[in-house]
Nanobody
Framework: QVQLVESGGGSVQAGGSLRLSCAVS????????MGWFRQAPGKERERVAS????????WYADAVKGRFTISQDTAKNTLHLQMNSLKAEDTAMYYC?????????????????WGQGTQVTVSG
């Protein structure tokens, strides 16, 4: 069983930065991938960034390319999302997720494990 716990959310002014972390417990082999999703009120949950646990196939949504960076610290079993140049439209609940579908990290349905979420609010 994989368990995920996010941290690092908060309130920030537009143009600022935040770093989200996701502590991972449980075993995941190299077939697993992990990702960050976000969901704003009244909107569908959307994939922001993802990668495979072997460090390959990093992916970013167009809306965050060049501003967000997904990374993993394998020694500490932690996934990070560095968010720079934040905009008001980045305001959402952010979720860490993990999965191992043969189809890959296509959408929320392909992720079996989810954290509880951490709120990011960007003002100004």
């Amino acid at each position: 069983q994989v368990q995920l716990v996010e941290s690092g959310g908060g309130s920030v002014q537009a143009g600022g930065s935040l770093r989200l972390s996701c502590a991972v417990s449980g075993y995941m082999n190299s077939r697993y991938y992990m990702g960050w999703f976000r969901q704003a009120p009244g909107k569908e949950r959307e994939r922001v960034a993802s990668l495979y646990t072997d460090g390959s196939r990093t992916w970013y949504a167009d809306a965050v390319k060049g501003r967000f960076t997904i990374s993993q610290d394998t020694a500490k079993n932690t996934l990070h999302l560095q968010m720079n140049s934040l905009k008001a439209e980045d305001t959402a609940m952010y979720y860490c997720a993990a999965g191992s579908s043969a189809l890959g990290p296509l959408a929320a349905w392909s992720f079996a494990y989810w954290g509880q979420g951490t709120q990011v609010t960007v003002s100004g």
